[in-house]
């Protein structure tokens, strides 16, 4: 049950003007550049792609989608494996909330404010990362949701537990954008929808732990989800602090002679003002808010059905072992075809899967439910972030990842605020009625895009 992203790189952009034989595209931001020299890809590097992807080797072991991936991706890999195994809190907050006496009223706030760290976390994260450096931003994050974890445990009602929330969702979502800088700076272009993919089968492999530990320990304790989950953040910042090499190996693709190696700026306006990537974030974020309600409406779902917290915890291990055993496979298989066409599948069978939650009232029922929306997470396996990434000019990575990264928390925001206070006060069916009518808008939205992103990647490959 994924809920986090991962993603950026130098800030600032140089202008376009003068530029003789390249003139600025509509849906191109000012100072978009090609890469030169050993950067672009030659003629023989753009037809042996697919077939090295489609080769007998290749598909007796689809494992081999991730390897040949250098150090720093694998210490992003292991890092996100360990703290993922702590991922309690989130997807039982709910519960935790109810054992306070927080009355259900009162919960849309708590979550709201969780949220609303959304907001905040990636916009700094992704600052940092390009003004300071991945690993320091990795690491203020890392260390800044672990004592907010023993803040939100330790807040005596639901005002203090609302800061808490803001201030654990905030530091958590700093992570995102370095993490994600850290793997657009070290995975080749044609490979990043590997590298996203394998991140995000690292989320799911803890996950799947975390899931099987959770209902388990809620049961015997929340206090025991709060403490795992701070000694995985801190856990990861000690792997990062050891093995992740520091700002100046960050890498950077060489600047042309028309594009200076010092950024013009460090605001977010050329992401704003390309055309392309203003259209398509709102779409992405409409199918991410459907996603973010596994984190929200689903656990309402089930306590509504009066069913236990082992049921979330269930729910939970459904949806991380299908994407841990499918996972390489799936994202083998899928390297031959269409990027965009993929995306759009996989869209449309996470929100078929997430509107029929309000058909499900049984252990079994949420299962299946789970299992329909989990395999549309693994037939996307890491594409909405290395679109963003391959659409990004190279002096712009950090700002573009970080504004997917906002988008995402937008979308979680509105899943934790609105989506929660919709079930509660409007009725389950409005909810999953327009989880179907969001669902289908916005995958006609991205299908529409799609002849654009495709001229536009295809003319910086």
């Not at 997807?91 to 009355?103: A, D, E, H, N, T």
């Not at 808490?164 to 700093?174: E, G, H, K, N, P």
């Not at 954008?177 to 089968?201: H, K, M, Q, V």
């Amino acid at each position: 049950m994924t809920t986090t992203s991962i993603r950026p790189e130098e800030c600032g952009q140089p202008s376009a003007a003068g530029r003789v034989g390249h003139p600025t595209r509509p849906d191109r931001p000012a100072g978009f550049d090609r890469p030169t020299g050993s950067d672009r890809p030659t003629g023989s590097d753009r037809t042996a792609g697919p077939d090295r992807r489609d080769s007998p080797a290749r598909r007796r072991n689809p494992l081999s989608a991730f390897a040949g991936f250098p150090r720093a991706i694998w210490v992003v890999f292991a890092g996100t494996v360990v703290n993922r195994v702590g991922f309690l809190v989130g997807p039982f907050l709910v519960f935790f909330l109810g054992s306070r006496g927080i009355p259900s009223s009162q919960t849309p706030y708590v979550l709201g404010a969780l949220g609303a760290g959304n907001l905040i976390g990636p916009a700094v994260g992704g600052w940092l990362a390009d003004r300071h450096s991945r690993k320091f931003t990795m690491l203020a994050g890392l260390l800044g949701t672990a004592a907010a974890q023993g803040a939100l445990f330790a807040a005596p009602n639901a005002a203090t537990m609302a800061l808490a929330a803001i201030a654990l969702s905030s530091t958590a979502t700093m992570v995102a954008p370095a993490a994600s800088a850290t793997l657009t700076d070290n995975a080749e272009p044609r490979r990043r929808r590997e590298a996203f993919a394998l991140i995000g089968w690292a989320v799911n492999i803890g996950t799947a732990v975390a899931g099987i530990l959770g209902g388990y320990l809620a049961a015997h304790g929340y206090w025991m989800l709060f403490a795992i989950d701070a000694g995985t953040s801190v856990a990861y910042a000690v792997i990062v602090a050891v093995l992740l090499p520091g700002r100046d190996s960050q890498k950077t693709d060489a600047p042309t002679e028309t594009a200076p190696a010092t950024p013009a700026g460090s605001g977010y306006g050329i992401v704003f003002r390309d055309r392309l990537v203003r259209k398509l974030l709102p779409l992405l974020g409409i199918q991410l808010f459907i996603y973010s309600l596994t984190e929200s409406a689903l656990p309402l779902a089930i306590r509504t059905d009066g069913l236990s917290p082992t049921v979330m915890g269930m729910a939970a291990a459904v949806n991380a072992g299908l994407v841990v055993a499918l996972q390489p496979l799936v994202t083998s298989v899928l390297a031959r075809f269409s990027r965009n066409q993929v995306q759009i599948a996989a869209s449309t069978l996470i929100a078929a899967g997430i509107a029929l939650t309000g058909l499900a009232h049984t252990p079994a029922g949420y299962a299946a439910t789970v299992a329909v929306w989990s395999l549309g997470e693994v037939t996307a396996g890491g594409i909405p972030a290395a679109l963003i990434a391959d659409l990004a000019p190279t002096t712009a990575r950090g700002r573009y990842q970080g504004a997917f990264s906002w988008t995402w928390g937008v979308a979680r925001f509105l899943a934790l605020a609105a989506g929660t206070t919709a079930y509660t006060l409007i009725g389950p069916a409005f909810l999953w009625w327009s989880v179907l009518a969001m669902g289908a808008a916005a995958t006609a939205g991205v299908a529409a895009l799609s002849p654009a992103i495709d001229r536009r990647t295809a003319a910086e490959a």
